[in-house]
């Protein structure tokens, strides 16, 4: 995101909520200081809420067993609470993206991939600030052993892989909404060429 684009929606914001009564909001969130205790506290309520700890599982022939794991911490928000999801830009040191949702107007997202930037920026994040308060403790676990077993290079090995991927099919009520079973991507990992063979086959037909 240009510093352009984010003035833009800054003012956006600003104009939006001089006709809404903010009252409800803290002082302390006037400065939005990321050295602020109370702010950072604040912000894990807010993620709480709004934020997400999940992990997309990409299918392609050339990975070592066909399957790839992408952990991902996001945040979601209208515009006129984009400046809190420039909290999150400020407080991981620049890393991650501040972007438009795709196919909706006016939604924002704070997005951070790549296991070195979950593990020196999430997931102390989340041990201070969020989990002591949250009931997301087994969410929060388990993508912290998934992420930590992609540093150690558990997905290079047949058998870790597919626990890693069971782990990341634990989530509460995540499985169901995927777009493959559990079945399907553990069948990938047994025999990729089988499974992008037959694929193939499929999208073939007439």
Known sequence: MNKNTFNNCIDLENNQQGKENTSYQPSFLENKKINNPDYLFWLGGFVEGEGSLSVSIILNLKYEFGVHLQPVFNVTQHVNGVSILNSFLNLFNDKGSLHLKSGAHNIWVYELKGTKNLISYVIPFFYNFVIPFSCKKVEYDNFKKIVLGLQNKEHLQKE???????????????????????????SVIQDKETYFKNLQMKDNEV
Not at 160 to 186: C, D, F, H, M, Q
């Open 160 to 186: 870790s892989l597919i626990e890693l991927v069971k782990l990341a099919y634990s989530y509460s009520g995540k499985g169901n909404n995927r777009k493959r079973t559990l079945n399907e991507v553990l």
